[in-house]
């Protein structure tokens, strides 16, 4: 996952906690890991993860979950908690579309390293659909740069990251209403975000429209229990 080191952390542990995902360790090292007293030692940011279950096959597990976050006290350290929880999915979410958009026209997908800080900058303004479509605009602008040439292939990496910076830093400051985009079907959102957007915030359908914020979180959630 990915995000600051403490936000990370604590949704592994939660995730993990929850029975959503499991270390992905060799056999020989899974016993130690999971059975050691001074387990934190290893930490969540050390290891691997593999989901092992998914919404559309594990109805039990979603009632356990509901259960458990039914009466959850929504303090300021849990805000925070969960906070860096969606924003980590968040920047996940964009990162993967970025990924998507770079291969279905035939580019490096791994181009999308080189700008993971400009699209986690771009979410403190906009929800995930409208960084996607801040993706698309600089998707527009890479093709362009690289038919007209004069560019070195090895610098186009770098061109897309900028482009999406820039399309960030100009629809903030000129104040763009920006409808954003609905993911593409063939690329259906994360286990992980369908989890924390149906069963954790409740944002359910709102949940790519909306800027992860503690304050969206807090209307979402509460929202949620006034109608319930």
Same mark, same amino acid.
């Given at each position: 996952?990915?995000?600051?080191?403490?936000?990370?952390?604590?949704?592994?542990?939660? !995730?993990?906690?929850?029975?959503? /995902? @499991?270390?992905?360790?060799?056999?020989?090292?899974? @016993?130690?890991?999971? *059975?050691?007293?001074?387990?934190?030692?290893?930490?969540?940011?050390?290891?691997?993860?593999?989901?092992?279950?998914?919404?559309?096959?594990?109805?039990?597990?979603?009632? %356990?979950?509901?259960? !458990?976050?039914?009466? /959850?006290?929504?303090?300021?350290? #849990?805000?925070?908690?969960? $906070?860096? !929880?969606?924003?980590?999915?968040? *920047?996940? %979410?964009?990162?993967?579309?970025?990924?998507?958009? !770079?291969?279905?026209?035939?580019?490096?997908?791994?181009?999308?390293?080189?700008? /993971?800080?400009?699209?986690?900058?771009?979410?403190?303004?906009?929800?995930?659909?409208?960084?996607?479509? *801040?993706?698309?605009?600089?998707?527009? #602008?890479?093709?362009?740069?690289?038919?007209?040439?004069?560019?070195?292939?090895?610098? $186009?990496?770098?061109?897309?990251? %900028?482009? /999406?910076?820039?399309?960030?830093?100009?629809?903030?400051?000129?104040?763009?209403?920006?409808?954003?985009?609905?993911?593409?079907?063939?690329?259906?959102?994360? #286990?992980?975000?369908?989890?924390?957007?149906?069963?954790?915030?409740?944002?359910?359908?709102?949940?790519?429209?909306?800027?992860?914020?503690? %304050?969206?979180?807090?209307?979402?959630? #509460?929202?949620?229990?006034?109608?319930?």
């Amino acid at each position: 996952m990915l995000g600051n080191q403490r936000g990370s952390a604590w949704s592994n542990g939660w !995730l993990y906690a929850l029975g959503i /995902i @499991e270390p992905e360790v060799s056999q020989s090292h899974a @016993e130690d890991w999971l *059975l050691a007293r001074d387990w934190m030692r290893h930490g969540f940011d050390s290891i691997a993860w593999r989901i092992r279950w998914a919404p559309r096959d594990c109805r039990r597990q979603h009632e %356990e979950v509901k259960e !458990l976050l039914r009466d /959850i006290e929504f303090s300021e350290d #849990t805000s925070q908690a969960l $906070l860096a !929880l969606w924003e980590d999915l968040a *920047l996940a %979410e964009v990162t993967q579309y970025a990924r998507w958009s !770079l291969a279905k026209f035939g580019y490096n997908p791994e181009w999308t390293n080189q700008a /993971i800080d400009a699209l986690r900058r771009a979410l403190e303004d906009f929800s995930v659909g409208q960084v996607m479509y *801040l993706i698309y605009l600089a998707m527009r #602008t890479l093709t362009m740069t690289h038919q007209q040439g004069g560019t070195d292939v090895s610098r $186009l990496s770098v061109v897309f990251a %900028e482009a /999406i910076a820039s399309y960030a830093r100009r629809a903030q400051l000129e104040g763009w209403a920006i409808r954003g985009m609905s993911r593409p079907a063939d690329l259906p959102m994360s #286990t992980l975000a369908l989890i924390f957007a149906h069963e954790v915030t409740r944002l359910d359908d709102e949940y790519l429209t909306v800027r992860p914020s503690a %304050e969206a979180l807090a209307n979402a959630m #509460t929202r949620h229990r006034t109608l319930h």
